[in-house]
């Protein structure tokens, strides 16, 4: 798992998915020198995730300063769905939740 959809948020402009960075897990992403330009959002900087032993570039996108009529999508990332698959789990996973057991 590299990131928590607590708040993902749509936006039609995007055709996806959009997650607010407080949500991603960036320790797992190192920000490669890729960039792409948008006439209507600006420039789009990407980053490599590192998980399970390996490594897939440039998965993550976002305009981290977004021109003006597009600064509700600062903040906010998208991953490639052609490089990662999105998994959503219950917000309350009883399998992935620690549980205390008290010795008598």
Request: proline share 6%; charged share 25%; aromatic share 10%.
């Amino acid at each position: 798992m590299v990131e928590g959809l607590a708040k993902a948020t749509k936006y039609a402009a995007t055709g996806g998915g959009l997650i607010p960075f407080e949500d991603i897990y960036f320790e797992l992403f190192e920000k490669t020198n890729t960039t792409s330009e948008c006439p209507l959002k600006g420039t789009a900087s990407y980053w490599r995730v590192h998980a399970v032993g390996s490594s897939a570039n440039d998965v993550l996108w976002a305009y981290e300063t977004p021109d003006t009529g597009a600064r509700a999508i600062a903040g906010h990332g998208a991953f490639d769905p052609e490089k990662v698959r999105i998994e959503v789990e219950p917000s309350e996973d009883k399998r992935h939740t620690p549980h205390i057991i008290e010795q008598e």
